[in-house]
T-cell receptor, first 115, second 111 residues
């Protein structure tokens, strides 16, 4: 099993540019989560999907952020326009059973730097 | 905020000693999970304890849960240099399919 795959691993962009982060969950997992990690705020849940449907997006900071899951094997997190305060490591994670009974499998993260 | 707290924020011990990390949380939970993160890497699941369990073991790890105090602890026995990492507790929030993470404990094992 290849695990959760995220791309790009590193992205450096300028303020105002659009950023798209990509995630391929583990095959057979039906829940997908996007987290953001910063030194100041720790790990924050941005949004999660169950069976490709967004269930809770209350953690999405503002309208500049959007996430999609067009099928069971692919999700994107988009920031448009990006701002320096969006600099963080963004993690995607998936789960087979949902976190009520199971664990999360994390990708290696996408480190975003907005100049 | 539902985010829990971990104590201590940083811990440095000698190889072979035991390491204990504590976690307090705010919500009602289905389970509490512990994760490990090596520098620059993703989080890796270590152990899950359900809300009706009080103690669980896995290898050198021992986790306790006290739901009346909304607290949990992770004990790593006979620590090794390779245990150096950040450790996070995560609340499986009751009634919601989501995990809320604490701020983590940075553990350093000195050889």
């Amino acid at each position: 099993d290849a695990g959760v795959i995220q791309s790009p691993r590193h992205e450096v962009t300028e303020m105002g540019q659009e950023v798209t982060l990509r995630c391929k969950p583990i095959s057979g997992h039906n829940s997908l989560f996007w987290y953001r990690q910063t030194m100041m705020r720790g790990l924050e849940l941005l949004i999660y999907f169950n069976n490709n449907v967004p269930i809770d997006d209350s953690g999405m900071p503002e309208d500049r952020f959007s996430a999609k899951m067009p099928n069971a094997s692919f999700s994107t997190l988009k920031i448009q326009p990006s701002e320096p305060r969006d600099s963080a490591v963004y993690f995607c994670a998936s789960s087979r059973q949902g976190v009520t009974t199971g664990e999360l499998f994390f990708g290696e993260g996408s480190r975003l730097t907005v100049l | 905020s539902q985010q829990g707290e971990e104590d201590p924020q940083a811990l440095s011990i000698q190889e072979g000693e035991n390491a204990t990390m504590n976690c307090s949380y705010k919500t009602s939970i289905n389970n509490l999970q512990w994760y490990r993160q090596n520098s620059g890497r993703g989080l890796v699941h270590l152990i899950l304890i359900r809300s009706n369990e009080r103690e669980k073991h896995s290898g050198r790890l021992r986790v306790t849960l006290d739901t009346s105090k909304k607290s949990s602890s992770l004990l790593i026995t006979a620590s090794r240099a390779a245990d150096t990492a950040s450790y996070f507790c995560a609340q499986g929030v009751q009634g919601a399919q989501k995990l809320v993470f604490g701020q983590g404990t940075r553990l350093t094992i000195n050889p």
